[in-house]
C-alpha cells in the first residue's frame, strides 16, 4: 500500500482547518477525463464505481445515490418501512439519521449511547423495543462500529431489520467483518469532510438481490433498472415507471473522483491511524482530557479522533476550550449536539433535557479534533502544543480542596460566570408558594415530629455503634446543597473510623469498611436519622435531591447543575429505582467509573424531572413510598419516586 506521506503538504497555515479533503493529480485528471468522455451525469463510471466499491467491501451489491441521506432513505423504503413504525436510533447522531425516518411519517426511538464508545448502547435498545419496532438504526460513532452481534441478535428475536449508518465507517470492520456486509442494508456517505469524498454522494450496500433492485429503482423516479442506458447505443427510448421514486442519483463527475479515492482509501486510512497514535502519546500525560476508547476487537476508521474535557482538572468549560483553540488557529469541531436537546424532538415528540445522560454528558464535554490524511505532522503538533498550554493555564489550583471550599458556587463559577446566577433563576421561576414557602414549614414541622418520636431508636443505634467499634457515634461529611453551597451531612457512622475517608467516595455491597453493626443500620437505613436535624438546620429537606459530594459533583453539566436550585432531601426521587444501588455496584470492575458514567447521570434526570415539578402531593407521594420500602410494603402510587438509599460515600 503506498504511502500518502510524500505527497503531503508540510507548510503551516496561519489558520488550521478541522478538515480538508485529500484532492491529489489523480483526482483532478479523473474527473477532467469523466468531463471529456461526454457522460457528465449517471454512466458506466458509476456501474464501475459501484462495482468497485462492492468488492472492496466484499458486499454482493452497491447501490450509489447522491448523498447519505439519500442511501438512507431508500434503505428505509427498501424494507418497506411505513406511517406509525418505529425506528430505533441513536440520540447522539447528526440530524439525517431520524430525518429519513420522518420522511415516511414514521417515529424515530431515541436511546442513550454506551458509556465508552458512544455507539448505541444495546441495553437501552432493548428497552426500546415495541410492537410497532421494524427496524434499528446504528450509527459507527467517529469510524468505531456498534457492537453488531448483540443488535443483531436483539433484531433476529424481534423479527427487525438492521439498517446501519456507516457515514463515518470506511473503511471499518467488527470482528473481521467489514461493515457494510453485516447488517440489511448499510448506507455510506461520501461528502467532503469524509474519509473518502465525492463531493456529495453516497452509497448502499447489501447482499439482498430484492433490496439492492428496489433501491436502484427509487434512487432515479422509479424508472426500470439500467435506465441510464437509455442514452447510449444498447439503450431505448422508452422505459416504465413502476413506482413514485426519488431523484437520488450519483453523476458520473462524482462517480470519477470516487474511483481515485476508493484506490487510495486504505492508504488514507493508515495516515488517519498515524495521526490518532499521534495524539494519544501527545496527549496521554493531560489530565484534562480523556481519550477516546477503542475495542481491541475492531478496525477504527479513525474519521474523528473525539477527546472530552476533564471538569475537575480544567477551570473552564468545553466551550471555553474551543474558543482558546480558535485564537491560536485551530478549527475543531463538536459531533454531536444530540437529537432530544433540539426544538423539534422536544416540542414533537416530548423529549426533554436529562433523558439521555450519557448523551448529554458526552456533549457537555467533546471536541472533535482535526484528523486529516493531508494534515501534517507539524499541524498536528500545533494542535497537541495548544491543548497542552490550555491544560495547563486553565488548571485549577492544587492547593485548595474541596472540603476547605467555603461555597462549591466558587468551583462554577470559576468554570462558568453566569452558571450561579442562571441556577438561581432556574429555581424563582421554578418554585410556587409552596416550593418557597411551605415545603420549609412541613418540613420544620414533621422533622421536630420525628426528631421526637425516633429518639429512642437514635439512642439505641447510638449505644450500639459505641459499644461495637471504636470511634465517634456521628460521621460528618462535606456535601453540595442549595445553591452550591458545601454543608456537613451527618449520619450515624456505619464504618471503622480509620476507614471514613479512605477508598471509594462510594460503597458497594461487601464493603471491608463497614462494620459488622453499621451494616444492619445500613440495611434498615437508620444511619440516615441524623439528618432530621440537617433538616431543622435548613440545610436539608424531606423530600429533594440526594447531595452528593463536591468531588463528583464538578463534574455534573451544566444541565445538570440546575437541580442546586432544589435544597438536597433526606428522600428524593432516585432512591426506589436504585434502591439496589450498593448491589448493583459491587457486581461492576469499575466501581467509580460506573457511578460517575451511569449511576449519577440517571439518578440526575430522575431529580431533574422532580424538580421541574414540585408539589405537597408529589413529596407526600414519595414520604410514602419510602416508608413502603422501609417496612418492606409495595407501593405504586409514587412511580419514579424515592426511598432513602445511600449515594456515593454515604457512611
Not at 434512487?219 to 444498447?234: F, P, V
Not at 439521555?356 to 464535554?365: E, G, I, K, L, W
Not at 415545603?439 to 455503634?465: G, H, Q, Y
Not at 439518578?603 to 424531572?609: C, G, N, S, T, V
Request: proline content about 5%; glycine content about 6%; overall charge neutral.
Amino acid at each position: 500500500m503506498r504511502s500518502l506521506l510524500p505527497n503531503m503538504s508540510s507548510t503551516t497555515v496561519t489558520f488550521l482547518p478541522f478538515h480538508q479533503p485529500l484532492i491529489e493529480e489523480d483526482d483532478v485528471r479523473a474527473v477532467c477525463d469523466a468531463l471529456r468522455s461526454g457522460w457528465i451525469t449517471t454512466g458506466p463510471k458509476v456501474h464501475q464505481f459501484e462495482d468497485e466499491f462492492a468488492s472492496f467491501l466484499g458486499a454482493q451489491h452497491a447501490v450509489a445515490v447522491n448523498s447519505g441521506t439519500a442511501a438512507l432513505h431508500v434503505a428505509l423504503e427498501a424494507i418497506g418501512l411505513k406511517e406509525g413504525d418505529e425506528v430505533i436510533v441513536p440520540t447522539l447522531t447528526f440530524a439525517a439519521t431520524a430525518e429519513a425516518v420522518l420522511y415516511f411519517k414514521a417515529r424515530p426511538v431515541l436511546v442513550d449511547c454506551d458509556p465508552d464508545t458512544f455507539n448505541l448502547d444495546p441495553d437501552r435498545v432493548d428497552e426500546a423495543i415495541t410492537r410497532r419496532t421494524r427496524a434499528i438504526l446504528p450509527v459507527h460513532f467517529a469510524g468505531q462500529p456498534c457492537e453488531m452481534d448483540c443488535l443483531l441478535d436483539l433484531a433476529h428475536r424481534n423479527g427487525l431489520k438492521v439498517i446501519e449508518d456507516a457515514a463515518h465507517a470506511l473503511p471499518t470492520s467488527y470482528r473481521g467483518r467489514m461493515i457494510g456486509t453485516i447488517g440489511d442494508i448499510t448506507c455510506f456517505s461520501f461528502y467532503a469532510t469524509k474519509t473518502m469524498t465525492t463531493g456529495e454522494g453516497g452509497m448502499a450496500t447489501t447482499h439482498d438481490d430484492g433490496y439492492a433492485d428496489r433501491m436502484r429503482m427509487m434512487r432515479l423516479h422509479g424508472i426500470s433498472k439500467d435506465a441510464w442506458k437509455r442514452y447510449s447505443a444498447q439503450g431505448s427510448w422508452r422505459y416504465e415507471i413502476l413506482a413514485p421514486g426519488f431523484k437520488y442519483n450519483l453523476t458520473d463527475l462524482q462517480a470519477a473522483l470516487g474511483l481515485t479515492q476508493l484506490a487510495k482509501c486504505d492508504a488514507m486510512w493508515e495516515r488517519r491511524c498515524e495521526l490518532a497514535r499521534r495524539y494519544s502519546e501527545g496527549l496521554a500525560g493531560l489530565d484534562a482530557y480523556q481519550l477516546p476508547y477503542t475495542r481491541f476487537d475492531v478496525q477504527h476508521a479513525w474519521h474523528l479522533y473525539v477527546i472530552r474535557t476533564n471538569r475537575a482538572a480544567l477551570s473552564i468549560h468545553r466551550d471555553e476550550v474551543i474558543e482558546e483553540l480558535r485564537k491560536r488557529g485551530i478549527g475543531v469541531s463538536v459531533h454531536f449536539i444530540p437529537l432530544h436537546t433540539h426544538p423539534y424532538y422536544r416540542s414533537n415528540f416530548g423529549y426533554r433535557l436529562g433523558d439521555f445522560p450519557v448523551a448529554d454528558d458526552y456533549f457537555d464535554r467533546c471536541i472533535s479534533l482535526p484528523i486529516y490524511p493531508a494534515m501534517s505532522n507539524a499541524d498536528q503538533d500545533r494542535v497537541i502544543d495548544s491543548l497542552t498550554v490550555i491544560a495547563r493555564t486553565f488548571r485549577p489550583s492544587s492547593t485548595q480542596s474541596f472540603a476547605e471550599a467555603p461555597e462549591f458556587a466558587t468551583l462554577l463559577a470559576a468554570s462558568a460566570p453566569a452558571e450561579t446566577q442562571q441556577t438561581a433563576a432556574y429555581g424563582d421561576k421554578l418554585f410556587g408558594w409552596y416550593g418557597k414557602i411551605g415545603k420549609r414549614i412541613f418540613d420544620v414541622a414533621m422533622a421536630s415530629v420525628l426528631l421526637v418520636v425516633v429518639s429512642p431508636a437514635f439512642l439505641i443505634c447510638a449505644i450500639a455503634i459505641w459499644l461495637t467499634s471504636e470511634g465517634p457515634i456521628f460521621f460528618r461529611q462535606q456535601r453540595v446543597g442549595l445553591g452550591g453551597r458545601l454543608f456537613k451531612i451527618i449520619k450515624l457512622r456505619t464504618m471503622r473510623h480509620e476507614g471514613d475517608q479512605a477508598g471509594l467516595r462510594i460503597t458497594a455491597d461487601g464493603d471491608s469498611r463497614i462494620t459488622a453493626c453499621g451494616s444492619w443500620l445500613r440495611r434498615l437505613k437508620l444511619d440516615e436519622l441524623p439528618q432530621l436535624i440537617n433538616v431543622l438546620r435548613g440545610e436539608m429537606s424531606l423530600v429533594g435531591p440526594r447531595p452528593e459530594v463536591p468531588e463528583y459533583a464538578v463534574e455534573w453539566t451544566r444541565e445538570q447543575r440546575r437541580i442546586l436550585a432544589c435544597r438536597p432531601g433526606i428522600t428524593g426521587a432516585a432512591s426506589v429505582a436504585f434502591i439496589d444501588e450498593e448491589k448493583l455496584l459491587a457486581a461492576q470492575v469499575d466501581q467509580d467509573g460506573y457511578y460517575r458514567r451511569i449511576l449519577m447521570p440517571r439518578k440526575l434526570a430522575m431529580e431533574l424531572a422532580w424538580c421541574e415539578n414540585p408539589s405537597f402531593l408529589a413529596d407526600l407521594r414519595i414520604l410514602l413510598a419510602t416508608a413502603g420500602k422501609l417496612f418492606g410494603v409495595e407501593r405504586q402510587q409514587a412511580a419514579g419516586a424515592v426511598s432513602i438509599s445511600s449515594s456515593p460515600a454515604d457512611h
